[in-house]
């Protein structure tokens, strides 16, 4: 049976937890997985104003060269937003702003300005130009790009993927829930717990319902509407949007759980599964991929493929 040891910490503004099968190698994988998130930063933040994903807010329409690094985080986000038809869109930074999240998430909970909300539709990814023979990207004027949908999970995988293959081990890279595995998997696989509210694993949820899946390949993703909320001006908001109005998603699910072949689709699948709302489980089902889908009354909704032998309890 292979053993597992880990480390958790906090960058990207969320919380960082590292598994691996090897106990002797978890010192070398967390250097590593510290120096490719700072990197993740450097390009993607769109919370640094020297980051270059920033730097495309003032380039007025003409076309830039950017990192590969960035250039695949871009790419990552327009397939996503090409498979969900738009219901994750990268071109969604200018509401995210206008909702007050515009800062880390820890400053954005302590600002109680009140905000004015109006219906504004994203201007949409079409109009967003990545060119990737040449990695250069062009951005219309007046349009701001939030990579916050994506760039978590894709990073988790780029992670996982880089560990796994330079210690020889199984490897298990958790971004704020967003989570990746390669490598050999633990017997009886990887033990992630999905839940409504993001906390230590090691402490069963005070609220909602919660499930243990074991996960021997590829990614998990939970998005739901229960973490990361605020109070603004009276206003209760949280961070998912839907592009088709500027604001905050009203939908019917609290959380949704996605298996995929990678945790970023996982993810794009969740996150645009709360903006489809009524009839995502079916979506779901078309597409073949595992999910689990809490209704706002704590119903749980599965779709075939999720594991029916999971342990499932209400806190």
């Known amino acids: 049976m292979r053993t597992t040891t880990a480390a958790e910490w906090r960058a990207l503004g969320t919380t960082v ?5 090897d106990p002797a190698l978890l010192e070398s994988c967390n250097l590593l997985l510290a120096r490719h998130l700072a990197e993740v930063d450097a390009a993607c933040s769109r919370f640094r104003g020297d980051s270059e994903l920033a730097a495309l807010d003032g380039t007025g329409g003409r076309p830039v060269q950017v990192s590969p690094l960035l250039a695949e985080a871009l790419d990552v986000a327009l397939r996503a937003a090409e498979t969900t038809d738009g ?3 990268p071109t969604v930074g200018s509401a995210m702003h206008a909702i007050g999240y515009d800062r880390d998430f820890t400053l954005v909970r302590e600002d109680d300005r009140p905000v004015r909300l109006t219906v504004r539709r994203a201007p949409g990814w079409r109009r967003v130009t990545l060119d990737r023979r040449t990695g250069t990207v062009t951005v219309p004027e007046g349009v701001r790009l939030d990579l916050g949908a994506t760039a978590k999970a894709w990073a988790a995988d780029r992670a996982a993927r880089m560990l796994a293959r330079t210690a020889g081990c199984g490897v298990l890279v958790s971004l704020g829930g967003d989570t990746a595995v390669a490598g050999e998997p633990p017997a009886g696989g990887w033990q992630i717990r999905v839940q409504d509210v993001t906390g230590p694993v090691d402490e069963i949820p005070g609220q909602g319902p919660y499930a243990t899946v074991g996960l021997h390949g590829g990614g998990l993703a939970t998005s739901g509407t229960t973490a990361r909320r605020w109070r603004r001006g009276g206003q209760e908001l949280h ?3 839907d592009p088709r109005t500027g ?10 759980s996605v298996a995929a072949a990678t945790c970023a689709d996982a993810n ?16 779901l089902t078309r597409r ?3 999910a689990r889908l809490v209704a706002q009354d704590g119903t749980v909704v599965t779709t075939p493929g999720w594991p029916t032998a999971v342990r499932e309890a209400a806190a």
């Open 17 to 21: 937890r590292v598994v691996v099968t």
């Open 87 to 89: 219901a994750v869109d």
């Open 239 to 241: 961070h998912i949007v």
């Open 247 to 256: 604001l905050p998603v009203r939908s019917p699910w609290r959380t949704v």
């Open 268 to 283: 794009a699948a969740s996150t645009a599964a709360l903006v489809e709302g009524t009839g995502a489980e079916r979506r």
């Open 288 to 290: 073949g991929l595992p």
